[in-house]
């Protein structure tokens, strides 16, 4: 065995396959007195991130993955250095696939080659090693989950083309919600929140009758979205209840911090911009009713905040849902649409029982305050809501 493989599998043995910061600290030893053995070492981070891909993890589940494990790992690391290493290391190995990597892929590596502001100065040799072999650990014992698309370098996916541009549609659902999310006035965002949602109802319509129409062979595909503390239940509630507004299912993993939607293309495109439009007026409309609570001299915050979003979530699925039942209803079409949208209906379904055909759902439980529910419902519309919590389902 030549030395720098024999430095290398010492400091993995220490300290992947064991718990706790004795190990690390002796692997990290071992590395950092070994400089000639750093190109290997990263080579083997690259195979261990390729490992993660063959079991469904993508770039996106992997950085989500390192930034809620940071508070395990990070004995004498930077934080911010692990996810930096872990991007740096992601966009390293994906770039031997060149244009061939399946569609979503492009945006979340994007997204991972942005600087990080927060970066500070260079870590030392033993800060560096640390940091590598905590990420190392991470990746090693990441499970096996439901992919959501092919590998990279699969031959069962379609390269994205050059020059691809999304549907003019979808332009036009971006700038309604970006207005929303910009105004100071709820009604306002109300009405071009509803806006949005009608063209996206038009579209999936569009899609689903032209591909009955072309007799195309389009099948629902799956996508992962983040759900992030603090108050993902709730959180969690509104991504399903815009999934379902749009004839999608989301079935959120709760240890790993997402949801995963199920639905055709188009459909999951929609669910991906309204949910986080949601989500970002939802959060403004909760810190401005907050604020009005601690003028008034309250000081407990948390019940508050989250029987708000779970209101929220709640009346706001209501209304979604209304306005898609509205614009099917009021299609030309609807005598040749109904049945083609029950049929994806029913391949949605499917597809969703096949991946996960152990699921259970759960009564959430945690809407206590009175006032936050009632200013939550008020934030996404102004009827009267009853506080029973949704059902949710999950792994």
């Known amino acids: 065995m030549d030395p720098v493989t024999e430095v290398i599998d010492k400091a993995f ?23 000639e053995a750093d190109a290997e070492l990263w080579r083997r981070g690259e195979e261990l991130v390729r490992r993660a891909w063959e079991r469904g993890w993508q770039p996106a589940d992997v950085i989500r993955m390192v930034g809620r494990a940071r508070d395990d790992i990070a004995h004498g690391t930077d934080r911010t250095h692990q996810t930096q290493l872990a991007a740096e290391l992601i966009t390293a190995e994906t770039r031997r696939y060149g244009d061939t990597l399946p569609p979503r892929w492009h945006a979340q590596l994007t997204e991972l080659t942005e600087p990080d502001p ?21 990746l090693l014992r990441l499970p096996a989950i439901e992919p959501v698309g092919p ?3 699969s031959p069962l996916h379609t390269p994205l083309p050059p020059g691809h541009d999304e549907p003019r549609i979808l332009t036009r659902i971006r700038a309604l919600l970006a207005k929303a999310e910009a105004t100071g006035f709820p ?14 109802a038009r579209h999936t319509i569009d899609e689903a009758l032209l591909a009955s129409r072309t007799h195309a062979k389009d099948v629902p595909g799956a996508c992962r979205i983040g759900v992030d503390a603090p108050y993902e239940t709730a959180k969690a509630i509104l991504l399903d209840a815009v999934a379902t507004a749009n004839r999608c299912r989301a079935v959120w993993n709760e240890a790993f911090g997402f949801s995963t939607l199920v639905g055709f293309e188009p459909d999951l495109e929609v669910v991906e911009l309204l949910h986080t439009s949601l989500l970002v007026q939802g959060t403004a409309a909760m810190t401005k009713a907050e604020a009005g609570q601690r003028a008034g001299g309250r ?12 209101a929220y979530a709640d009346r706001i699925g209501g209304r979604l849902a209304a306005a898609a039942r509205d614009v099917t209803a009021e299609s030309p079409d609807a005598g040749e649409l109904l049945p083609v949208l029950a049929a994806r209906d029913v391949a949605v379904t499917s597809r969703a029982e096949r991946m996960f055909p152990q699921t259970s759902t759960t009564r959430v439980r945690g809407a206590t305050d009175l006032a936050g529910w009632t200013q939550g419902a008020a934030a996404a519309d102004a009827a009267n809501v009853t506080p029973s919590g949704p059902r949710l389902p999950r792994r």
């Open 13 to 35: 043995a220490a300290a992947l396959y064991a718990d706790g910061d004795e190990g690390l600290d002796i692997g990290a030893s071992l590395l950092a007195a070994a400089p």
């Open 118 to 138: 927060q970066a500070g100065p260079k870590p030392d040799r033993f800060s560096r090693a640390t940091t590598v072999l905590a990420l190392y650990r991470l």
């Open 151 to 153: 590998a990279p370098g």
């Open 187 to 200: 009604e306002e965002a109300e009405a071009l929140t509803a806006k949005a949602q009608e063209l996206m």
């Open 299 to 310: 000081k407990r915050t948390k019940t508050f905040r989250q029987a708000f979003l779970l």
